[in-house]
């Protein structure tokens, strides 16, 4: 082959090359706006807003945080898609504390409200009733969306509860252990007793959709309620927020949660050991990190492949 020949083979590899990288590139970012755009993305996108929210959380924040105005219309909050996650992106969310239902993987940071601009729900669980104190006798409503079993992302799993499960919920001071005592999927949207006061009682109400069965409680049509009883409080030392998995570090890494599921006994202060942890699906241990490392990685390998297919052998 003479030397033209040569430069001439090697001018077309660089444009096959150029060609290959752009084509790359571009489905990459396609593929990356897609996923984005989609129910699953959109779940992890909320999951990732709910972890770098908890990691700014102290207890000097989370007391600062409960005297910042916010807003209890829940008729001015949106269904979660990519335009809302991206506008609320612009406000801060900032925690008053941390709940979690370790048994069956549920960890969230706790929002005074819906935010000044109702940006809340984009990143974790929300009290939705005004004037109520963690650990009183009154009725401590929290509220979030239903994700669609994807990451898992705010209440998505809450649906997997038994009676007798324990919900955790701290201010940053005290861990309050909540047992579930009601569990329902048909309440009404509009069935807004739920959320009263019961004369006498400590108790927690979490509500969610009943979206996770669509052919049987419709789209939105029905809420999951999960009501519990205060059975007792312990300090919030570092100790316990771990055990009970309160802490702001990779929920999916905690390994206490894949061996037992734990609550407080009331009596001694102490945590003991409960049911063994609900068999929530498998590809909700898979984090973001995760999906993005093998992404690029499978990509980049496509890619090598590709530019030593055009440039091996030169001749």
Not at 63 to 85: F, G, H, P, Q, W
Not at 217 to 239: C, D, E, F, M, W
Not at 261 to 277: Q, Y
Request: aromatic letters at 10%.
């Amino acid at each position: 082959m003479s030397e033209g020949q040569i430069m001439s083979l090697k001018t077309y590899k660089l444009y096959r090359t150029i060609k290959t990288l752009v084509f790359g590139i571009m489905l990459y970012v396609g593929i990356t706006l897609m996923f984005l755009g989609s129910g699953i993305g959109q779940s992890y996108i909320v999951r990732e807003n709910a972890q770098q929210a908890s990691k700014r959380l102290t207890i000097k924040s989370a007391d600062k945080n409960r005297r910042e105005v916010t807003s209890y219309d829940a008729s001015k909050t949106k269904s979660i898609n990519i335009t809302e996650l991206w506008r609320a992106k612009k406000y801060p969310a900032n925690p008053i504390g941390r709940m979690s239902i370790p048994v069956v993987n549920i960890h969230n940071p706790l929002f005074q409200g819906f935010g000044s601009h109702n940006q809340n729900l984009s990143y974790g669980v929300v009290t939705a009733v005004n004037g109520r104190t963690l650990g009183a006798k009154n009725n401590y409503v929290l509220a979030g969306h239903y994700m669609g079993n994807y990451g898992p992302a705010i209440l998505d799993n809450l649906h997997y509860m038994k009676t007798d499960d324990i919900i955790y919920v701290t201010d940053m001071h005290r861990i309050y252990a909540y047992q579930a005592k009601v569990i329902s999927f048909t309440v009404n949207p509009n069935q807004i007793e739920v959320e009263n006061n019961q004369p006498g009682n400590s108790l927690i109400t979490l509500i969610t959709c009943s979206d996770f069965n669509i052919p049987k409680y419709g789209y939105g049509k029905h809420r999951t309620v999960v009501q519990g009883q205060l059975i007792g409080s312990v300090p919030a030392t570092k100790n316990n927020m771990v055990r009970c998995e309160l802490t702001d570090r990779d929920n999916q890494a905690n390994k206490i949660r894949a061996n037992q599921a734990k609550t407080i006994d009331p009596a001694t202060k102490k945590v003991v050991l409960v049911r063994k942890p609900a068999r929530t699906k498998l590809y909700q241990n898979i984090s973001f990190k995760h999906i993005a490392a093998f992404y690029t990685g499978a990509f980049l390998l496509i890619m090598i492949a590709f530019l030593i297919k055009i440039w091996l052998p030169l001749n």
